[in-house]
């Protein structure tokens, strides 16, 4: 069973940057897609970015697209999300998601509990 545990996750005014981390364990990491998705009050979860393992290709969100970037350490089993010129709309929990797909992908088999992110105008 693979756990998740995001963290990083904060109050930040528009224009800030943070870094969100998720630490993955209990499976073999380097062998997973690893997601970020994120949730605002009233709306449908977005999937804003993932990092496959198998070939490297990574996914972007439009809307987030030379703003966030996304990385792994597969020496410490963790996948960040670096997000720069942040904006009030960026405001939601942010989820990080795990899957042992070989290709990106839309469904993911684990998730972790997520982590606040307001971005203050």
């Known amino acids: 069973q693979v756990q998740l545990v995001e963290s990083g996750g904060g109050l930040v005014q528009a224009g800030g940057s943070l870094r969100l981390s998720c630490a993955a364990s209990?499976?073999?990491?380097?062998?997973?897609?690893m997601g970020w998705f994120r949730q605002a009050p009233g709306k449908e979860r977005e999937y804003i970015a993932a990092n496959s393992w198998s070939d490297g290709s990574t996914y972007y969100l439009d809307s987030v697209k030379g703003r966030f970037t996304i990385s792994r350490d597969n020496g410490k089993n963790t996948v960040y999300l670096q997000m720069n010129s942040l904006k009030p709309e960026d405001t939601a929990v942010y989820y990080c998601?795990?899957?042992?797909?070989?290709?990106?992908?839309?469904?993911?088999?684990?998730w972790g509990q997520g982590t606040q992110v307001t971005v203050s105008s």
């Open positions: 998601a795990a899957d042992p797909s070989t290709v990106l992908t839309y469904t993911y088999a684990y």
């Open positions: 209990g499976g073999t990491f380097r062998r997973y897609v």
